[in-house]
C-alpha cells in the first residue's frame, strides 16, 4: 500500500489543528504504526473520544480517491515522515501529519523566512508600509509568508514577486482553491518560485474556522511575524498569540494614534510584545540577514567542546526534533543522567530545547 494513504488516514483521524499530532508521533513514529496499533493499544490518553470513533470509521484505502486527485492534478502530498516537510511545523504540537503543496516545497526550509500579516481591508498607510517592508525583505534576502488573502497578505506577496524572490501562500481554504479568486494570477506567480501550502485536500468542502487554523501555520513557518496594520480584535491579532505560543519574535508597524487600524500594532509594541518595524533593515538583522543580503558569521569560538559522554548523546540528533523517552532508549541512559546531558549539550550551544520535553541539534 502506497505509505500515503496511512498519513492521509491519520490527518482525517486527528482532525484539523489537533494538538496532539506532535505527541502520537512522538510514541509510535509514522502513521502505519498507529494503524497497526490501534486494534491492541489504548489511545484514550492521547486521542479523543472523537478521534477513536473515526480511527474505527474507515481505513487508508478509503483516502484512495484523494491520492489520485492529488497525483492527477500535480498536487505534492508532503508527509510528517516527508523530507520535504518543514522542520519548523515538526517543532509545533498542532502540526498538520499531511501537507499539500503547489510549486516549490523546497522553498519551505528556506533559510530566513518572514511571515508578514495584516488587515484585509488597509488604508493607504498600511499598504505603502507593507510594499516598502516586503520589497526591502525580498531584496535583503528573506522568503516571504502570509496567507493569499486580500489585502495586506497580497501586497506582501506581491512585493516577493517584483523583486523575483520566493514566496510562500498558506491557505485557509482546500489546496485546489484560490480566495479570493482575483488571486490565481498572483497566485501562479508565486508558485514559480516559491510554494502554496494548505492542510486541507482537493475537494474539501469550505468553513471559515479554516482560516483561523491556518493562521497557526503562518506563524509558524516564519522565523519571525511582522504584524503590518490590524485592529485590536481581529484575526491578525490570533496569529500573534500563535506566534508568541511558539516562541516567534514579533515585529508590528507603529500606526497613527487615531487610526483604528493601527490600535492593534500600536498596542503591541506599547506592551512590550512586539519590536517596532522602522525598516526592513531590523527584521533582516533579526534572522542573520543584513541588509545587504549577506548572512551573519557566527561568533568566534563557536559551541563549547564536548566530552566524550555528551558527545555520545549528541551522535543521537538527527536533522528532526527527538523526544526524550526516545533519546532515553537510543542512549542508555538514565533519567538523571540524560537530563544532566541535555542541560550541558543545551548551555553549550549544542542543542536547542523545544516543548513537549522534545530536543533539537542546533
Known amino acids: 500500500m502506497d505509505e500515503r494513504l496511512y498519513w492521509l488516514w491519520l490527518a482525517g483521524v486527528l482532525g484539523y489543528a489537533a494538538p496532539q499530532t506532535g505527541s502520537l508521533l512522538d510514541v509510535y513514529g509514522d502513521a502505519e504504526s498507529v494503524w497497526l496499533a490501534r486494534s491492541s493499544e489504548d489511545f484514550s490518553t492521547l486521542l479523543t473520544k472523537p478521534q477513536r470513533e473515526r480511527m474505527e470509521l474507515c481505513g487508508p484505502e478509503a483516502y484512495g480517491p484523494v491520492l489520485e486527485k492529488c497525483d492527477a492534478e500535480g498536487i505534492r502530498i508532503i508527509t510528517w515522515a516527508d523530507g520535504d516537510y518543514p522542520l519548523s511545523f515538526v517543532q509545533i504540537p498542532d502540526a498538520p501529519a499531511v501537507l499539500y503543496c503547489t510549486g516549490d516545497p523546497a522553498a519551505l526550509d528556506a533559510r530566513g523566512r518572514v511571515s508578514m500579516v495584516g488587515s484585509r481591508r488597509p488604508s493607504p498607510y498600511g499598504v505603502e508600509a507593507a510594499r516598502a517592508l516586503g520589497e526591502g525583505l525580498a531584496e535583503g534576502g528573506a522568503t516571504l509568508i502570509s496567507g493569499l488573502a486580500d489585502g495586506l497578505d497580497s501586497e506582501a506577496h506581491k512585493a516577493a514577486v517584483r523583486k523575483g524572490a520566493p514566496t510562500i501562500g498558506i491557505l485557509g481554504t482546500p489546496i485546489d482553491q484560490t480566495y479570493p479568486l482575483a488571486n ?17 485536500a482537493p475537494g474539501v468542502t469550505g468553513n471559515k474556522n479554516y482560516f483561523l487554523h491556518r493562521n497557526r501555520l503562518i506563524a509558524a ?8 496594520e490590524a485592529r485590536e480584535r481581529s484575526g491578525t491579532m490570533s496569529t500573534v498569540h500563535h506566534a ?6 514579533v515585529f508590528a508597524v507603529p500606526g497613527s494614534i487615531f487610526s483604528p487600524m493601527s490600535a492593534g500594532t500600536n498596542g ?39 566530552g566524550a559522554a555528551d558527545a555520545a548523546v549528541l551522535e543521537k ?9 526516545a533519546l ?16 550541558r549539550l543545551e548551555l553549550g550551544g549544542h542543542i536547542v530545547a523545544l516543548a513537549g520535553r522534545r530536543y533539537q541539534r542546533r
Open 268 to 306: 503591541l509594541i506599547a506592551a512590550g510584545e512586539a519590536a517596532p518595524a522602522l525598516n526592513a533593515g531590523c527584521i533582516l538583522e533579526a534572522i542573520g540577514l543584513p541588509a545587504g543580503g549577506l548572512s551573519i558569521t557566527r561568533p568566534e569560538g563557536g559551541p563549547a567542546p564536548l
Open 244 to 249: 508568541q505560543r511558539y516562541g516567534r519574535a
Open 221 to 228: 513557518l516564519g522565523d519571525v511575524l511582522c504584524v503590518v
Open 184 to 200: 490565481r494570477r498572483l497566485r501562479a506567480e508565486m508558485e514559480a518560485r516559491g510554494a502554496v501550502i494548505s492542510e486541507y
Open 317 to 325: 540528533f538527527g536533522a528532526r526534533p527527538v523526544a526524550f523517552e
Open 328 to 343: 532515553c532508549q537510543a542512549t542508555g541512559l538514565g533519567v538523571g543522567e540524560l537530563l544532566a546531558a541535555l542541560t
